[in-house]
T-cell receptor, first 111, second 114 residues
């Protein structure tokens, strides 16, 4: 799996959009970008995934650059409950379910 | 639909002892993966079981072993515990040997080795 680089921490004001960047410059053509988050003392939670098109679900939006070397997870209206560590993972589809977690970004949503 | 459950929640063991952690997968899932998460770090993959067979292993020594049962629940066994084994142990269930986008994680078992 390709390596990812994320800022170690970010702050966001409650109600504002949180934009979490991820660099994956060595991604290969058939690797997907996944995002998980881990709220303190809980197991990681799946958020969203994508290959090359932008994706949106009820939790977030995922914007992948055209060259696929970076992506941004967007939480449109951050709440205090979104305070968590966010992990960007690049993973080859159909290669087993072993996820390689990096250090992630610790997002702090402030009132 | 029942989520992933793990037991026990917390455990304290002494160096050299053996421990067994348990995981019940989400209904309909036939794959279980185990992860170790040291304090302040991301989860590290230990191994995965698919239909009762080991389906992949991370960089962990043989004293970490596992089982998956016909109902797809799973156990993680660690022998000869070391202080560095102190961590949060997470299990995650999913469907299929490969190609599942989502893994559903349990709340974890916090193991402390003294």
């Amino acid at each position: 799996d390709a390596k990812t680089t994320q800022p170690p921490s970010m702050d966001c004001a409650e109600g504002r959009a949180a934009n979490l960047p991820c660099n994956h410059s060595t991604i290969s053509g058939n690797e997907y970008v996944y995002w998980y988050r881990q709220i303190h003392s809980q197991g990681p939670q799946y958020i969203i995934h994508g290959l090359k098109n932008n994706e949106t679900n009820e939790m977030a939006s995922l914007i992948i650059t055209e060259d696929r070397k970076s992506s941004t997870l967007i939480l449109p209206h951050a709440t205090l409950r979104d305070t968590a560590v966010y992990y960007c993972i690049v993973h080859l589809y159909n290669a087993g379910n072993m996820l390689t977690f990096g250090g992630g970004t610790r997002l702090m949503v402030k009132p | 639909e029942t989520g992933v459950t793990q037991s026990p929640t917390h455990l304290i063991k002494t160096r050299g002892q053996q421990v067994t952690l348990r995981c019940s997968s989400q209904s309909g899932h036939n794959t279980v993966s185990w992860y170790q998460q040291a304090l302040g770090q991301g989860p590290q993959f230990i191994f995965q079981y698919y239909r009762e067979e080991e389906n992949g292993r991370g960089n962990f020594p043989p004293r970490f072993s596992g089982l998956q049962f016909p109902n797809y629940s799973s156990e993680l066994n660690v022998n000869a515990l070391e202080l560095d084994d102190s961590a949060l142990y997470l299990c995650a269930s999913s469907f299929g040997q490969g190609g599942s986008y989502e893994q559903y994680f349990g709340p974890g078992t916090r193991l402390t080795v003294t």
